[in-house]
């Protein structure tokens, strides 16, 4: 059952959950300096349905609950490497593919007016290629060392770990960079007023793939990798 109704105020909605903010940020509902009035007054005031908020909310609500019960930061070694696959890998091969065309035709359509589209274009593409790369060699040659490593603690599978950890945590680097790049050139994924659906499409996926890259990215370097990391500078 969720903790929220329209009663609760927005403010104590977002202490209670940050990831909410996200949420009203795209609303644009003040959760800072005016969050301290009701939901219902607050959605009603932008001109939203309160019930579809409230509905909004509890689904990050159902979000948060999910991800504190398996808190990947504390799971095993083992565990955590079948989180990362079958969440965050799982994602970049169902998303990337899915999201080409799309980001192939706005850049096609909107180029000419808005040339910053082309360069999306060829980072994402840069980026399709390199996080697809990067997630396959992961699961077919460093997953299955640091498994034996888990399992056998040997110190020659711990050194044969050290390049190809180097490696990895350089490409997330990259991909990073690219990411920040994309952020940068679109604004914040800021879309034009007379934007078509496309556009808005494109860009909302840009920024949850940012959003989900991120999080993957922090829970190899500093969660999965970190005992390799410290143990083998």
Known sequence: MSQFTLETQVSDIVTAIPQ???????LRIDYCCGGKVPLEEAAIKRKLDPEAVLEQLKHVESEFINYQESRP???????LMDYIKHKHHAFLRDELPAMTP??????????????????????FAEL???????????????????????????????AALKQQITELVDEHEQAGNLLKELREITSDFGVPADACGTYRLVYQRLANLEKDTF???HLENNIL?????????
């Open 20 to 26: 909410t903010a996200d949420l009203f940020r795209t």
């Open 215 to 217: 999080e993957h990215i």
């Open 128 to 158: 399709k290629k390199e996080l697809l790369e990067h997630t396959e060699d992961e699961e077919q040659n460093v997953f299955p060392l640091m498994s034996e490593y888990f399992t056998e603690q040997g110190h020659e599978i711990s």
């Open 102 to 123: 799309y980001v192939t035709k706005l850049a096609r359509v909107h180029g000419g007016h808005h040339p910053e589209l082309l360069r999306v274009e060829e980072i």
């Open 225 to 233: 990798f970190k005992p390799f990391r410290t143990g083998l500078q």
């Open 73 to 79: 930061a504390s799971l095993t070694g083992l565990e």
